[in-house]
């Protein structure tokens, strides 16, 4: 069982009964199942594939201290559509696998334990159906790329009492200038609602429909930031009841073509993030593991996870912003394009911005991606584009304070910000693509969709706007092995740092998910063997690009004496000024601990790639191939390192001894 309150941003835990646990499993009940995981996984205790109806049952004793409050029943999520009975009494049903729900069960309740059936149905056939990267019978188009299906009760389940008259939804944004909370209180009848903030308790009339909304100023205000994240946290009282919510102060803007995180340019340093783990699938095995996969992707230099086609459990919004790391939220996608499809993905976005809007750390809404659920072609259909245009439209007047991505990584049709993804094996032409869209050269980019068909996609559609608007690549990464990514991963992010028009990155991905190996970390979260590669180096907010147009891993250049020129990278608030030094390693190896041998003086602004220092070296006598390090010392600290693999040799001999 779960101990940790399922719902921080909206918190009633004083009265609450977990009914995380074992419950009894099947049509005939002679199976146990273990709740909040997928009945597909082991953690489950079930193991069952492709089974498209489950029956739950549990008997529960409510607490004899609520008597005379109203007992509610609450679910994190269920895939797909839930039907519940309360000691044989249908007390609600739900449709949609990735948002929470609730039933008030008082009249339902007996005398003694209460028994609870829920009848689950998870359809084989999900295209129409919100699934992300859930596996379909008949598959969907982008099935290579999907996971095992997740089906049943995935997150928490539990019981909770309020009063007759009760607080239904406290909404928390900061105030334009930073200096307090606009707050909106919902609730189920009239009365006077009391709000208490760092000791002083304001009062507001709740008017005819339950709300009331009021400002509360705080005097000496600390901003939440990746550095500070500060929260301030807001009770709400009304009569008996009580809840408490909590935000932070920050600011999330565009103007033009850059992102500003309160009043300060942000560039985004972002990884993908799936949202699966290794024997229980979409549900994280505890709380722990969801605050680990955050502080994971910090360690490796990130500053924002992307969680990938999945409204993951509020407790990761919640460990996201007590430490400090950034969020891309995205719904997940359907299979398809149809009205049913288009209904059900339009229908997760308020329960979305509703949940989690309170949280600092989300700094992004997207919605579709790739054009998943829409049939992979935007431009050439107006439906398809209306769509997309009233899933914008619907995510800004619900939350006008966060910028919203209409259809992440392919064709925009109404977008705040303009980001593509693009994988290229070669570095040459990587390079190229990433010049010729940031210099407005092209407006359109290679996708393949299969082994020999490629398709050009237009970074937006006639009306669209493709400059005023910041740039992020937020898909790439390429390679086959722990190796290859490495490589690209260094060389590939230096490019994208090149230009100093992007807004930001996000990096495919943090781990390998089932079949899909495309992660800095194995499924079980390990560090790989990334050939002595740092991803911390490489995603420093202080980094070196160097003018290099890299051959093969293992053989940047082939050549005994390099010679090429270095820049700096700054995304801080000074300039930095310091010294280039240079040290040699076998190929692969892991840079010294001392920086080695200085090789020049570099100084950079912030936001601007600074002039080209020259480096000239030679390997060592007798060495045939080896690693130039060099690294960036400023105030006797190393700031920023990359590194130059070298090669003499007409044919690469990965492992050899570099002096033969």
């Given amino acids: 069982m779960r101990s940790q309150y399922p719902r921080p941003h909206f918190d009633r835990s004083h009265s609450w009964l977990s009914l995380d646990g074992t419950w009894e499993f099947g049509p005939e009940w002679d199976q146990r199942i273990t709740v909040p995981f997928a009945w597909e996984t082991p953690a489950s205790g079930i193991g069952a594939h492709w089974l498209s109806t489950g029956w739950y049952r549990r008997r529960v004793a409510v607490p004899e201290a609520w008597a005379g409050q109203r007992i509610v029943l609450h679910f994190g999520a269920v895939h797909h559509a839930a039907t519940v009975w309360v ?36 359809p084989l056939d999900k295209r129409d159906l919100p699934h992300g990267k859930q596996r379909s019978l008949p598959r969907t188009d982008y099935d290579g790329v999907c996971f095992t299906p997740s089906s049943g009760i995935w997150q928490s389940v539990w019981l909770e009492a309020r009063p007759e008259v009760h607080i239904t939804r406290l909404r928390l944004r900061p105030l334009a200038g930073l200096d307090g909370i606009a707050v909106r209180v919902e609730a189920s009848g009239p009365g006077t609602v009391r709000l208490r903030l760092l000791g002083t308790t304001h009062e507001a009339e709740l008017d005819s429909g339950g709300a009331a909304e009021l400002d509360l100023p705080i005097e000496h205000p600390r901003l939440w930031s990746p550095q500070d994240p ?73 500053n924002l996870v992307r969680k990938h086609l999945k409204l993951e459990d509020p407790r990761f919004v919640h460990h996201a912003d007590t430490m400090g790391m950034l969020v891309w939220a995205e719904p997940p996608s359907t299979g398809r394009f149809s009205p049913e499809s288009t209904e059900a993905f339009h229908a997760q976005i308020a329960p979305m911005i509703e949940r989690d809007g309170n949280a600092p750390s989300i700094v992004i809404w997207g919605l579709y991606n790739e054009e998943w ?54 570095a040459a032409n990587w390079g190229r693509t990433v010049a010729r869209l940031m210099s407005g050269e092209q407006d359109d980019f290679p996708v393949k969709l299969g082994p020999d068909y490629v398709v050009r996609k237009a970074l937006a559609v006639p009306g669209q706007p493709l400059r005023g608007l910041p740039n992020l690549n937020s898909e790439y990464g390429t390679g086959f092995t722990s190796v290859e990514r490495a490589w690209q991963l260094r060389w590939q992010t230096q490019e994208l740092r090149r230009h100093d028009r992007l807004a930001g990155y996000v990096y495919t991905e943090l781990y390998d998910i089932e079949h899909e190996m495309a992660g800095l970390l194995t499924f079980d979260r390990q560090r790989k063997d990334l050939a002595g590669a740092d991803p911390a180096d490489v995603n420093g907010p202080t980094t070196l690009v160097l003018d290099i147009v890299p051959v093969a891993p293992g053989r940047d250049l082939l050549t005994a004496t390099p010679e090429f020129t270095v820049r700096v990278s700054h995304h801080g608030t000074e300039p930095v000024a310091g010294h280039l030094h240079i040290s040699w390693t076998p190929v692969y190896g892991r840079a010294p601990i001392a920086p080695g041998a200085p090789a020049g003086r570099i100084e950079a602004k912030p936001y601007l790639l600074s002039p080209p220092v020259p480096v000239a070296a030679a390997l060592p006598e007798g060495w045939t191939s080896g690693r130039l390090h060099l690294a960036l010392v400023v105030n006797g600290e190393v700031a920023a390192r990359s590194a130059v693999d070298v090669d003499t040799r007409t044919e690469p001999h990965i492992g050899d001894d570099p002096t033969a």
Avoid at 276 to 285: E, H, K, L, Q, V
């Fill in 230 to 302: 500060h929260l301030y946290h807001v009770e709400a009282t009304l009569g008996q009841d009580r809840v408490t919510g909590y935000t932070g102060l920050r600011s999330i803007e565009v103007d033009g073509e850059d992102l500003y995180l309160n009043g300060r340019r942000l560039f985004v340093r972002g990884v993908l993030d799936q949202g699966y783990w290794p024997g229980t699938g979409i549900t994280a095995p505890d709380d722990a593991a969801l605050r680990r996969d955050l502080e994971l992707a910090r360690d490796l230099g990130y």
């Fill in 373 to 426: 659920g829409l049939d992979w072609d935007v431009p050439g259909d107006p439906a398809k584009r209306a769509a997309v245009e009233r899933a914008y439209d619907l995510a800004k007047e619900l939350d006008p304070t966060r910028p919203v991505v209409d259809n992440s990584g392919w064709t925009h049709v109404r977008t705040d910000l303009l980001d593509w993804h693009v994988y290229d094996e070669s």
């Fill in 87 to 122: 000691n044989g009494t249908e007390v609600t049903h739900h449709e949609g696998g990735y948002v929470p729900f609730e039933v008030d069960v008082t009249d339902a309740l007996g005398e003694g334990d209460q028994e609870i059936v829920v009848r689950v149905d998870a």
